[in-house]
């Protein structure tokens, strides 16, 4: 079965743009979850999506915004970039909530 | 506010010999504790977890001790490999399906 995948694996973008990350979960999970990681903050829990509705929403800004479709693929948007935005974001998909989270390799974003 | 702490921030272990990190939490709605392997460009990979009913869970090389009544879980790594160098990250699930992250140790396995 194939892992979590992540799209772009690398992307570069300058302040005040705006990206949009996806993620396709493992074949057959539901819930998807993003995080950040960076080396000051570490990993840091963005939010959660289950049957395409938020479950659960971290600490960040409003600039930080995600979805969930139907086929439980989801996307997360970045807008207004800023410096400190750049980080390695994360995918990770569950059975359902409360089961364990499988990560994918991240997107790693260099704002410039 | 920083809810798991984890240490120490790096490691230096010969090879053969046991690594032990230690993670310490204080939410004690806390109902499950996963350890991660991260290596370098890769995303975290789940080694083994436990749920706090259990006292120690044990997988191969690896296994995890805990103590609820201290709030305190630890990742031992039997027989450590070069192949076992990377970066460990504790964390506790809360709150639905958020997990909490310690900030990481970076085990280096010398031959």
């Known amino acids: 079965k194939a892992g979590v995948t992540q799209t772009p694996r690398y992307l570069i973008k300058t302040r005040g743009q705006q990206v949009t990350l996806s993620c396709s979960p493992i074949?057959?999970?539901?819930?998807v979850s993003w995080y950040q990681q960076t080396p000051g903050q570490g990993l840091q829990f963005l939010f959660e999506y289950f049957s395409e509705t938020q479950r659960n929403k971290g600490n960040f800004p409003g600039r930080f915004s995600g979805r969930q479709f139907s086929n439980s693929r989801s996307e997360m948007n970045v807008s207004t970039l800023e410096l400190g935005d750049s980080a390695l974001y994360l995918c990770?998909?569950?059975?359902?909530?409360?089961?364990?989270?499988?990560f994918g390799p991240g997107t790693r974003l260099l704002v410039l | 506010q920083q809810q798991v702490k984890q240490s120490p921030q790096s490691l230096i272990v010969q090879k053969g010999g046991i690594s032990i990190i230690n993670c310490a939490y204080e939410n004690t709605a806390f109902d499950y504790f996963p350890w991660y392997q991260q290596f370098p460009g890769k995303g975290p990979a789940l080694l083994i977890a436990?749920?706090?009913?259990?006292s120690e869970k044990k997988e191969g090389r690896f296994t995890i001790s805990f103590n609820k009544s201290a709030k305190q879980f630890s990742l031992h790594i039997m027989d450590s490999q070069p192949g076992d160098s990377a970066t460990y990250f504790c964390a506790a699930r809360g709150g639905g399906n958020k997990l909490t992250f310690g900030t990481g140790t970076q085990l280096k396995v010398e031959l």
């Open positions: 990770a998909s569950s059975l359902e909530p409360q089961e364990t989270q499988y």
């Open positions: 436990i749920r706090p009913d259990v």
């Open positions: 074949s057959g999970h539901r819930s």
